[in-house]
Nanobody
């Protein structure tokens, strides 16, 4: 059973940076597309970005140019580097792995890490 664990969240001032990590026990993340999502208080879940096993990541327009997703396969970890943070980036961030096209969802999910951006 794959377990995903996010870390790195916290409190940050507007304009600051945070780096979130998504690690896995069980199978290797390098085999999967790994995506980041977020859910702000009172809002629907929002796609942030994803990184395929091979190739370049893609991002939601709301974070493009500010957020970067990368992998470190030796550590079985995917990172979400968040720069130029804005208060509207405040949310619970979580990662997901192994996209299942037939179900239009990901097979494995983490519990999330909270990010709060203050003005």
């Amino acid at each position: 059973q794959e377990h995903l664990v996010e870390s790195g969240g916290g409190l940050m001032e507007s304009g600051g940076s945070l780096r979130l990590s998504c690690t896995a026990s069980g199978r290797t993340l390098s085999s999967y597309t790994v995506a980041w999502f977020r859910r702000a208080p009172g809002k629907e879940r929002e796609f942030v970005g994803r990184i395929p096993p091979i190739g370049t990541p893609d991002y939601a327009d709301s974070v493009k140019g500010r957020f970067t997703i990368s992998r470190e396969n030796a550590k079985n970890t995917v990172f979400l580097q968040m720069n130029s943070l804005k208060p509207e980036d405040t949310a619970l961030y979580y990662c997901a792995a192994a996209y299942v096209p037939q179900r239009s969802t990901y097979l494995y999910w983490g519990q999330g890490t909270e990010v709060t951006v203050t003005t």
